[in-house]
């Protein structure tokens, strides 16, 4: 190959400067760790499988905003058939009382900044 | 077969007149369904609602004006009011307002003036007045202010709002108010309702109705505070409180010269 011995190990270093995360992650044995959430002490169970909970419930709010202030609808049955509101503020937030250590613990792991606490006012929590 | 110039011209006219006539159709069929005269067609009332949650097919307020002498009550209406949504107290041109009190001349600007003294000096109460032909809905870009079908009540949707504020320059009765500043730091925070979002930065807020209340069964903050001055009702039910009052008092709305044919009714 035409000036070999410049141009492998310069293929040497871009690969190892681009594959730098991923080798550096698995030598420094950082691993990452899902945040222990503060679940609510006083309630057994929430109004959707957590599994359901962790994965859709950006989609669940969504379509309970638009269900409240577009549709005037206002109660959700859950699987079990209890009634609750739906609404962040009166219906999450009044069992997930401790935003920092709930909402925040992901939402910042994951760099996730929705801006819900722009308007609606977030719970003193458990302090 | 052969076509002639005179079979293709015959089949051409019949063609263009069904198109017509369809169009026709269909245009005469969305003029039945934009037509409104006072009576909204029914909507079905929303699901998923309380038992208890109050249910109209037209809201509408009838306003005492002769209760409304005693300038503490005017103010216990505005108190309720804001302090149930938060509304945040500034003073000067980024006042928000959902309810307020104005003199004669200013809320009737197309009445008569030189009344008695009594009529002139008198407070009113103005707020949204949930017009039943709402200018704020028909220039809204975005389709964040919009007229409940089933009920009347003309919403905010703030999370939609973007502020451009054609509904401001739309409203003829100036009962919309646009946040220039994060409302926080104007609310004291041990008096923040907690049950209702304060609104942010560059979004526009009015009046509701109090639709929370309602579907919680309770009639909106300043009718509960104004002792009886204030009346709320369903206007398309004869026997409704409002529609009572309208029976028996003479009333006046505020520039329906305008054909924006507000829900908001004045005793005189």
């Given at each position: 190959?035409?000036?070999?011995?410049y141009?492998?190990?310069?293929?040497?270093?871009?690969l190892?400067?681009?594959?730098?995360?991923?080798?550096?992650?698995?030598?420094?044995?950082?691993?990452?760790?899902?945040?222990?959430?503060?679940?609510?002490?006083?309630?057994?169970?929430?109004?959707?499988d957590?599994?359901v909970?962790r994965a859709?419930?950006?989609?669940?709010?969504?379509?309970?905003?638009?269900?409240?202030?577009?549709?005037?609808?206002?109660?959700?049955?859950?699987?079990?058939?209890?009634?609750?509101?739906?609404?962040?503020?009166?219906?999450?937030?009044?069992?997930?009382?401790?935003?920092?250590?709930?909402?925040?613990?992901?939402?910042?792991?994951n760099?996730?900044?929705?801006?819900c606490?722009?308007?609606?006012i977030?719970?003193r929590?458990?302090? | 077969?052969?076509?002639?110039?005179?079979?293709?011209?015959?089949?051409?006219?019949?063609?263009?007149?069904?198109?017509?006539?369809?169009?026709?159709?269909?245009?005469?069929?969305?003029?039945?369904?934009?037509?409104?005269?006072?009576?909204a067609?029914?909507?079905?009332?929303?699901?998923?609602?309380?038992?208890?949650?109050?249910?109209?097919?037209?809201?509408?307020?009838?306003?005492?004006?002769?209760?409304?002498?005693?300038?503490?009550l005017?103010?216990?209406?505005?108190d309720?009011?804001?302090l149930?949504h938060?509304?945040?107290?500034?003073?000067?041109?980024?006042?928000?307002?959902?309810?307020?009190?104005?003199?004669?001349?200013?809320?009737f600007?197309?009445?008569?003036?030189?009344?008695?003294?009594?009529?002139?000096?008198?407070s009113?109460?103005?707020?949204?007045?949930?017009?039943?032909?709402p200018?704020?809905?028909?220039?809204?870009?975005t389709k964040?202010?919009?007229?409940?079908?089933?009920?009347?009540?003309?919403?905010?949707?703030?999370?939609?709002?973007?502020?451009?504020?054609?509904?401001?320059?739309?409203?003829?009765?100036?009962?919309?108010s646009?946040?220039f500043?994060?409302p926080?730091?104007?609310?004291?925070?041990?008096?923040?309702?907690?049950?209702y979002?304060?609104?942010?930065r560059?979004?526009?807020e009015?009046?509701t109705?109090?639709?929370e209340r309602?579907a919680?069964?309770?009639m909106?903050?300043?009718?509960e505070?104004s002792?009886?001055a204030?009346?709320?009702?369903d206007?398309?039910?004869?026997?409704?409180?409002?529609?009572?009052a309208?029976?028996?008092k003479?009333?006046?709305?505020?520039?329906v010269?305008?054909?924006t044919?507000p829900?908001?009714?004045?005793?005189?």
């Open positions: 190959m035409y000036n070999a011995k141009i492998m190990p310069g293929l040497v270093i871009f190892g400067l681009i594959t730098f995360p991923l080798w550096f992650n698995v030598l420094s044995c950082t691993r990452y760790e899902a945040p222990k959430l503060a679940l609510p002490a006083d309630q057994q169970e929430c109004i959707i957590t599994k909970m859709e419930h950006m989609t669940l709010l969504n379509d309970w905003r638009d269900k409240y202030v577009r549709d005037g609808e206002v109660t959700f049955t859950a699987a079990n058939g209890k009634l609750y509101d739906m609404s962040l503020m009166n219906t999450c937030m009044s069992c997930h009382t401790n935003k920092e250590q709930f909402c925040d613990a992901c939402h910042t792991k760099s996730v900044y929705p801006y606490w722009e308007c609606h977030a719970p929590g458990n302090q | 077969m052969s076509k002639t110039r005179r079979d293709f011209l015959k089949l051409a006219g019949a063609c263009a007149c069904t198109v017509a006539a369809s169009q026709l159709v269909g245009a005469n069929a969305q003029a039945a369904d934009a037509g409104h005269g006072g009576h067609p029914a909507v079905a009332q929303p699901a998923n609602q309380h038992d208890n949650a109050l249910h109209g097919t037209h809201w509408g307020m009838v306003i005492d004006t002769k209760r409304f002498t005693d300038p503490l005017v103010q216990k209406c505005m309720a009011c804001h149930t938060n509304v945040p107290k500034i003073d000067g041109p980024q006042e928000l307002k959902w309810i307020w009190a104005a003199s004669y001349l200013e809320t600007t197309e009445h008569n003036h030189y009344l008695p003294e009594s009529v002139e000096q008198r009113f109460m103005l707020l949204c007045n949930h017009c039943e032909n200018p704020c809905v028909r220039v809204c870009p964040a202010t919009f007229k409940r079908a089933w009920d009347g009540i003309v919403q905010m949707d703030m999370h939609r709002c973007i502020g451009c504020r054609f509904c401001m320059a739309a409203c003829p009765y100036g009962a919309r646009f946040n500043n994060n926080r730091p104007y609310l004291d925070e041990t008096k923040m309702n907690p049950d979002p304060t609104r942010m560059g979004v526009v009015k009046c109705f109090c639709v309602l919680q069964g309770l909106p903050a300043c009718v505070a002792d009886g204030i009346l709320f009702g206007l398309d039910d004869p026997h409704s409180s409002v529609r009572k309208l029976a028996s003479f009333t006046v709305r505020r520039k010269s305008l054909g044919e829900s908001v009714y004045y005793i005189i």
